[in-house]
């Protein structure tokens, strides 16, 4: 079922584009026996069956060791933050952007109480690689978080762009970032753009994601969410494709979520493709009391598990996936692991490889450089 063609949009909930929604059947909770049959926390116990190693934050090379020729190469920065290049072009600086960058110690509008940093980042941001985009998924404090967007705009003055889903053109401007280094798209709309006139352009899509948005009680889903789609055509008759997923459920009232299928024939293969495979730090407190969640059926609409993140990665076409938004704010180590063993389960079971295997997903620690080579 594709997103009805309607007036306004089926994921606009007004007439404005001042409120929106996700345009399929919201999974049924009071339809979910598995909720009420059981109580829906247990005692966290250590995970047996696989060899899994703790994610831990290293120091980035951003892939340094690696030609930057027809190869992209992704570091992540924690949580659902990325830095991606895209393969170079002649003799001119590769064009890198930065997904959904969180810097902060917490995941909240203040930072003494909220979701703590467990992994910290792998630099600091005065240490990355020059770059010209920011892109951001949506507006919840773990995926915007204004201390790091300043000291962006600060570092960075007119030479970078600030792109984000409807809504959020406001937001930004409030912080003093001038209108003209702003840009706000709606799902499927595209920014061509370049760093230069000798660059080739890069077309940047914002693409469905089943989510919401809000930084308070009083503004629910009064601004877009989304994941990315970046595409960029090579002077050697090559093309790059990266999809950044931002934070997303997969599954709805009537089974997976169609918009990521939408996505893989419209805009894919991708080469690269990142995406959230956890709940990230909204319930890192249970796991802080011991605890573990039996029952994900609450929160399956709104968090991909790693076994829907799998489907949504063969969905899109992807070549190579790598998993985001879990560990960083993680409230124990054995939250940190269990997204990853429940990865290495559904990888198993629908017989795909790991991340440098083509057609495969996998992690890697903070501050580590994925590198694909283009086809």
């Known amino acids: 079922m594709d997103i009805p063609d309607t007036d306004p949009p089926a994921h606009h909930a007004n007439a404005s584009a001042t409120s929106f929604q996700n345009p399929w059947p919201p999974k049924s909770l009071l339809a979910s026996r598995q909720v009420f049959s059981q ?208 934070d997303t459920g997969y599954m709805t009232h009537d089974g997976p979520c169609p918009a990521f299928a939408e996505i893989g024939e419209r805009y894919g293969p991708f080469d690269l493709a990142m995406l959230p495979i956890w709940r990230g730090g909204s319930l890192s407190f249970i796991a802080a009391m011991g605890l573990r969640l039996v029952s994900t059926e609450l929160i399956d609409g709104l968090h991909a598990s790693p076994a829907h993140a799998v489907r949504l990665h063969k969905d899109i076409r992807s070549r190579h996936s790598i998993g985001m938004h879990f560990a960083t704010f993680a409230g124990s180590d054995e939250e940190a692991r269990e997204p990853v063993a429940e990865l290495v389960a559904a990888r198993e079971k629908q017989h795909i490889g790991d991340w440098h295997e083509e057609g495969g997903f996998g992690i890697i620690d903070v501050g580590e450089t994925a590198v694909v080579v283009l086809e």
Request: charged share 25%.
């Open 39 to 246: 109580f829906p926390l247990a005692l966290a116990t250590r995970i047996e069956g696989y060899d899994i190693k703790l994610v831990r934050t290293v120091r980035p090379d951003f892939g340094a060791g690696e030609p930057d020729e027809g190869r992209v190469k992704a570091t992540w920065l924690g949580h659902a933050g990325f830095i991606v290049q895209l393969p170079k072009v002649r003799d001119l600086e590769p064009v890198r952007i930065l997904f959904d960058p969180m810097w902060s110690g917490r995941a909240s509008p203040h930072q003494s109480a909220g979701p703590r940093r467990r992994l910290p980042p792998p630099c600091e941001l005065e240490e990355l690689p020059d770059f010209q985009y920011v892109v951001t998924s949506h507006n919840h404090y773990d995926h915007l978080d204004w201390p790091t967007i300043e000291r962006i705009y600060k570092l960075k003055g007119d030479s970078v762009t600030f792109i984000a889903p409807l809504g959020l053109h406001s937001w930004f401007r409030s912080g003093g970032i001038p209108a003209e280094q702003i840009i706000e798209l709606d799902w499927h709309e595209d920014a061509a753009l370049r760093p230069s006139e000798q660059h080739p352009t890069v077309k940047f899509v914002c693409t469905p994601a089943q989510h919401g948005s809000g930084r308070s009680f009083f503004d629910q889903r009064k601004t877009l969410w989304a994941s990315w789609v970046v595409h960029q055509d090579l002077e050697d008759g090559k093309k790059v494709a990266v999809y950044h997923g931002g």
